[in-house]
């Protein structure tokens, strides 16, 4: 009885005192470079790109910087070899992935390091294969370990075709639809300006220089959006030129969708402005149906086939990444909160020809995301723990070996 | 004594049989082709068995993940920041495991973990879900006259919600506004590069610490782009020569910390900046002497050797993709010491 009493006695002191594991990420062997995508920035009012909703990075962790908004999933020695720069927030990617292929050089030379992880979101996608690119002619050799986008367009998406069709141009004005301003001023910079509010803020006063919104959204159709203007724009001539063989040791890609009930309101407001919700989960070659993206449709706009901005068949590039969401976890010796796994996704294959994946890797579900377009970066609402899932991302980087 | 132990004893064991089987099991993560799988404990443990669905109750379910939260955030329950965090983790956690109740949930699990704190605890949880109605709701669609007034409206919400806790919540933003505005009076002020750089390392310290500064540093790279991106700083280096130039560059970096090795490494690259910048340059200027005599086919031929001639097969590739693209990268004008 005795014996037993102190069994218990040492049972219940070992479960009261026993610690909460919080697991952290494995610090990568290379650093890791956030891209951000359109109208983005490192940091602007209220939130980091990559951040949570409090205005934190995803980069900091607790122990580097002894601040109280902090990465508690990763190791002190992450935070320096995690970098996000700032490219100009709204032009096609061939200026801003040379933007990022400067920084990422300047970074390069201060750290020493020989190689990088690039990992972008949205349009950051298409940027980080420009710098991969870059580097490999830069050094002879290819520079980047993982490669991963993010909710990226990489096939284009009917969001940005819809809104050329209706801010058609005109020369070089953007909204010849727009009424004049009674003002006589033009109109655009209203309708750009809310345009980038519904998004974030782009109006912060840094690389305004730069900015070209008719550029960065015609980079985001898959097609040349105007074959008599002179140049030739669009996704598919990118990913002609910048597609992903022989420039990083890795490929993948975690690809988002969500309901229409749950996407944030902004991107619910952009569908009503522009009277569109894409069905982007079906398969077929090129932009067959010319909505801008390729592929097509399955015949319903309300089975999770996009994000809100862009469609599930436009986002895999390379391997397909899932990601799983693990919560507290109890066993006899003690509760702790497992870090968030990623995985390869054995079924959808690699897709090595950006322009012409097959139809199961356009059209499966399979390991897809459920969060919007917004979700993964730091715009809420949402029910993700950002510094988690880049914690995940970056212990996923680690265990491939980069 | 011992009717106190045993009582606790089957306290915890009872806790730990409801966590065992009530919170949920970790799911293995899919194993690709070579996929990761997690080094925690819990990756090899079995489901939890049927037997534990008799407990299954939302009662013995708070209680776990009450005993849980509280060994995880007692130390630091105090502060501001990580009370919104614990309730952030548990509006999450509920959202998904009681979609119906998780809001009730979430209040019934605060007060189990923290009785002492219920009361700041379900003040904050209202606070941050109005705050995030509204910032999902109304900030996105209200109009501003500039990013000031927007700013101005992020902050006087925040305020009204939280207090004078909205400093400490939002705390790294303030920092990196202060700095942004610090470094916006330094580019203001007529100071020389070689003083404007003192100041800049001050603030610099004063700001982040020392943590920034060396060739390992936090975001080294970055806030060496930021000075040398200012307007005063840009237009002294372009005025001095080369030479200058070097010196100039090579001091700041050293005054940030970078050690010898990175020194080298970074005059090399200003070295191939500069030489790539000159080409871009003498190639514009003979690009266009080239459009004023050829025309067609005869231009297209003669703009890609020159272009080859002029950075190499490789580099002419991506001038080439960029010019059909509507992109002259020599249009713009360099940064020195960025790009």
Known sequence: MSFIRTSLAALAALVMTSPVYAEQAQVTRYPVVLAHGMAGWDSIGGYHYFGNDWGDSVGDSCQFLEINGCNEWIKGSQSPKTVAFQVTSLNNSEVRGNELFNQVLSFMATTGYSHVNLVGHSQGGFDIRKVAHRLKAHYGQARVGAMISISSPHRGTPYAKRILDLYARNGTAFCRALPPNPDGSDPCVGAIANIGDLLFDFATGRSTESNDIIAAVLQLVHEDYDANDGVVTGAKAFNQNYNVAGVASYVGSIITRQDDLSLNPVLGTIHAIIGLNADGDGYCVGDCNNDGAAGQGDGSIYDMDDDGLVGLNSQQMGYRIKYTEDDWTCRWYGCWDPLDTMTQVSGTGYVSDINNPSSTQMTSHEGAMSQDHLDVISIGPDTLDEFEVYAGLFNFIYAKGY | ?339
Do not use: C
């Open chain 2, 1 to 339: 004594m011992n009717s106190r132990l045993v009582a606790v004893a089957v306290i915890a064991l009872l806790m730990t049989m409801a966590a065992l089987y009530l919170l949920p099991s970790r799911q293995d993560p899919q194993q690709g082709d070579s996929g990761f799988s997690s080094t925690s404990p819990a990756a090899t443990d079995s489901a939890p068995s049927s037997a534990g669905a008799a407990l299954q109750t939302p009662e013995t379910q708070n209680a776990a993940i009450a005993a849980a939260v509280r060994e995880k955030y007692l130390s630091r329950i105090g502060d501001a920041v990580w009370q919104i965090k614990l309730i952030d983790h548990l509006i999450n956690l509920m959202k998904k495991l009681d979609p119906e109740n998780w809001l009730a949930r979430v209040e019934q699990i605060l007060a189990l973990a923290f009785p002492e704190f219920v009361d700041q605890l379900l003040e904050r949880l209202s606070a941050m879900l109005r705050y995030e109605d509204w910032l999902a709701n109304t900030f996105p669609f209200m109009s501003f006259q500039s990013p000031d007034d927007r700013y101005q409206a992020l902050w006087t919400t925040r305020r009204a919600l939280f207090g004078e806790d909205a400093e400490v919540i939002w705390a790294a933003e303030l920092v990196d506004r202060r700095f942004r505005e610090q470094l916006g009076a330094l580019d203001d002020s007529s100071v020389p590069m070689t003083g404007k750089v003192g100041q800049y390392i001050d603030l610099l310290r004063d700001t982040y610490g020392d943590k920034v500064f060396g060739s390992q540093g936090y975001n080294t790279t970055q806030f060496m782009g930021d000075f040398l991106q200012l307007e005063s700083v840009q237009k002294e280096l372009r005025s001095a020569d080369p030479v200058q130039q070097g010196e100039l560059l090579r001091t700041f970096r050293q005054q940030m910390g970078l050690d010898e090795a990175a020194l080298a490494r970074w005059d090399e690259l200003d070295a191939q900046r500069r030489e790539h910048r000159l080409s871009g340059e003498d190639y514009m200027a003979a690009r266009q002497t080239l459009a004023e005599t050829l025309s067609g086919e005869a231009l297209e031929q003669a703009i890609q050797q020159l272009q080859i001639d002029h950075f190499g097969e490789e580099e002419a590739r991506f001038i080439r993709n960029e010019e059909a693209s509507g992109v002259f990268r020599f249009q713009q004008s360099q940064i020195i010491g960025v790009n």
